[in-house]
Nanobody
Framework: QVQLVESGGGLVQAGGSLRLSCAAS????????ISWFRQAPGKEREFVAT????????DYADFVKGRFTISRDNAKNTVYLQMNSLKPEDTAVYTC????????????????WGKGTLVTVSS
């Protein structure tokens, strides 16, 4: 199994920044990539960003391109999501998930999930 623990959420004003962390432990060798998803109240879960452990290659949802940056520290088994220029519509629970294969942008492609961290952006 892979255990994932998120941290770094909180309350921030619009235009501000937050950095989320996702610390992985357990059988991390079985993890091909880490993806971030978010779910706002009353909305479906949506893909935010993903990074592959080995290559560091990344992909982003269109609505975060240019504002969010995903990175990883392989030595610490940790993935980061730097979020800049935050907007009230970014308010959501952000959850990281481990992907065993190449389906990185859909929840069905994940096999382990963290519990999530709440990000609230005030206007």
């Amino acid at each position: 199994q892979v255990q994932l623990v998120e941290s770094g959420g909180g309350l921030v004003q619009a235009g501000g920044s937050l950095r989320l962390s996702c610390a992985a432990s357990g059988r991390t060798s079985s993890s091909y990539a880490i993806s971030w998803f978010r779910q706002a109240p009353g909305k479906e879960r949506e893909f935010v960003a993903t990074i592959r452990w080995s290559s560091g290659n990344t992909d982003y949802a269109d609505f975060v391109k240019g504002r969010f940056t995903i990175s990883r520290d392989n030595a610490k088994n940790t993935v980061y999501l730097q979020m800049n220029s935050l907007k009230p519509e970014d308010t959501a629970v952000y959850t990281c998930a481990s992907a065993p294969g190449v389906r990185l942008t859909i929840p069905g492609g994940m096999n382990y999930w963290g519990k999530g961290t709440l990000v609230t952006v005030s206007s």
